[in-house]
């Protein structure tokens, strides 16, 4: 017999509902391409943006399912994307722009994005492949500020000059939860990069596991600056997770290899958590004992793509700053494990290395090579094999006789790789 509770579908769109009503005044902060002045405004004018948008989306006659391609950088016009473009039944596809050019021009010819969202700076990468796409793509659309002087050798528009002239309300549809709502390509396995395709369902449930006290644990006094971009797992999730904690956000543009911004940027802004890659943290180490009258408010920094190594750990420990190692891959939503509240202070330096404890929904067991399963003791090395509500079936544009293999691939990692 089923309960007899009612059904609400889990999708995006209910995020940015819950958000107006509850955190409509937070606020969002965006560095601006000039590297020193800010774009700021709340909630409630985001969303506003996001409408005005999804107005553009259905009067180009962009088709539902569509892929909407972003080669961009960490901008609340990025972040305002993340809602626009599936709240109205497409599908958002982050490109990373620092690939190599022949591998964006296979993962765009792989997507058929029907319209490209680029930076500026963009435009020259897009030069050179733009006759390979007019099959597919309908549009190109310039984000960033309006350039008149802006050169391109195919027709464009901009963000801003679109949106400007649309209303600031939409009739938002109930989107079912099971529809695609995302697409991101990983270059972490064999062969060429392969597309994983995210649903509204597995999106809420993600951040909803994310905004868990164990895993990031955000909340309506945190300030959040994510270093990862968006183009890398939607920076690890944070238009959705912090949006729907009612975090205030604090997005770096491009900038993410400059120091001295990034924490010009946090003390201005007062963060006190934010997400990178261990490169990143060494880089803040290094700066913040060169500059010890430098005070931040960071007291939590998120490491992942590698483990962050002990040496960093205890470093950025003595300058008031915990580093959480954490693990995941594109095909598990971002977060799959984090080592958060689980550190013995009597085994410091052994546990603070590790990536911590599944999140919730994350299902795991440690397989040897041969077919047996081991105990997942902390000593025995074997194959990682994962299952749960946030982790991809198969990858798009997939046989049935690639999907044994691809499953492989995706539920079976080296364990501690």
């Given at each position: ?194 597309g994983v395709l995210y649903s509204h369902r597995s999106t809420v449930l993600h951040a909803l ?209």
């Amino acid at each position: 017999m089923n309960g007899l509770m009612m059904h609400c579908n889990l999708n995006i769109t209910s995020i940015m509902q819950h958000a107006m009503m509850v955190h409509a005044d937070q606020e969002i902060v965006s560095l601006k391409s000039d590297g020193v002045s800010t774009h700021r405004y709340t909630y409630k004018a985001a969303f506003k943006r996001v409408a005005q948008f999804a107005h553009v989306l259905d009067q180009l006659s962009i088709s539902f399912d569509a892929k909407v391609g972003t080669l961009a950088w960490n901008t609340h016009q990025h972040m305002e994307l993340h809602y626009a473009i599936p709240c109205t039944g497409r599908i958002y596809h982050t490109i990373n722009p620092k690939l190599q050019p022949a591998q964006i021009k296979q993962i765009i010819l792989d997507a058929r994005d029907e319209v490209l969202l680029i930076e500026p700076e963009c435009v020259p990468l897009l030069n050179q492949f733009y006759e390979e796409f007019q099959s597919f793509l309908k549009y190109v659309i310039v984000l960033g500020d309006i350039q008149n002087e802006l050169m391109a050798e195919f027709p464009f528009q901009f963000y801003e000059a679109l949106i400007n002239i649309q209303p600031e309300c939409y009739d938002w549809q109930d989107i079912p939860e099971q529809r695609a709502s995302g697409l991101c390509y990983t270059s972490g396995t064999t062969g060429q990069p392969k597309g994983v395709l995210y649903s509204h369902r597995s999106t809420v449930l993600h951040a909803l596991i994310m905004s868990m006290n164990d895993a990031v644990g955000l909340h309506r006094s945190s300030v959040m600056m994510p270093i990862v971009p968006l183009y890398h797992i939607s920076a690890w999730d944070m238009p959705f997770n912090g949006i729907l904690c009612g975090a205030k956000l604090v997005w770096p543009n491009q900038f993410a290899g400059q120091t001295e911004k990034l924490v010009s940027l946090m003390q201005a802004e007062n963060v006190d958590i934010s997400m990178a890659v261990p490169t990143i943290w060494t880089a803040f180490k290094e700066y913040l004992s060169n500059h010890p009258q430098i005070k931040l408010n960071l007291k939590r920094a998120i490491s992942g793509g590698s483990a962050a190594p002990l040496a960093l750990i205890q470093s950025m420990h003595a300058l008031g700053i915990q580093i959480e190692n954490g693990w995941g891959m594109t095909e598990t939503s971002s977060l799959g494990a984090i080592n958060r509240t689980q550190i013995d202070q009597k085994n410091f330096e052994t546990q603070v290395i590790k990536c911590g404890r599944p999140v919730f929904g994350m299902q795991m067991q440690l397989r040897h090579h041969d077919g047996h399963l081991l105990a997942h003791d902390g000593v025995q090395e074997g194959i990682l094999e994962i299952r749960g509500h946030t982790v991809v079936h198969q990858y798009i544009h997939t046989s049935a006789q690639q999907l044994s293999r691809q499953q492989a691939q995706i539920e079976q990692q080296t364990y501690g790789q």
